[in-house]
């Protein structure tokens, strides 16, 4: 993507075109998620393409984290491409432990991803 100029902010807006719904133990992958020294696993419905992230926060019971979905090959053989930004809200599942099950699973332009690699001075 090319670099074009910006004003002094930017914003990601997600609106109302999005989906939601419920999801249980029989329908989950666990990511594991090294956060200052802890390892969390992450819970996530079994469809969401893998992710690495970038970004690490915990405040009480709500783990927050922005990465990018990695590419993906499916039982099929076939290589479903990643590269979009994710932003990945979740909530400790109590009596648990270190386990959080993902309650806000939205994509990011990969401008927004741009705009915070360079915040954080890493190469986009």
């Known amino acids: 993507m090319s670099d074009r100029p910006t004003k002094p902010f930017y914003l990601d ?3 109302r075109k ?3 719904y419920p999801y249980d133990d029989s329908e ?3 990511v594991r998620v090294e956060h200052e020294g802890r ?7 079994k469809y969401r393409l893998p992710a690495s992230f970038h970004v690490r926060s ?6 927050f984290l922005i990465g990018k979905q990695l590419d993906f090959e499916d039982e099929d053989g ?3 491409e990643g590269g979009d930004g994710v932003l990945v809200v979740a ?3 109590e009596g648990r432990g270190e386990t959080y099950a993902a309650l ?3 994509n990011l332009f990969d401008w927004t991803i741009q705009h915070l690699e360079r915040l954080l001075g890493r190469d986009p």
């Open 104 to 106: 806000v699973w939205h």
């Open 78 to 80: 076939r290589i479903i």
């Open 58 to 63: 915990l405040g009480g019971n709500v783990l």
């Open 91 to 93: 909530l400790r599942v």
């Open 13 to 15: 807006v997600l609106t």
């Open 28 to 30: 989950v992958s666990v």
């Open 39 to 45: 390892s969390i696993d992450l819970l996530v419905p």
């Open 18 to 20: 999005h989906e939601a």
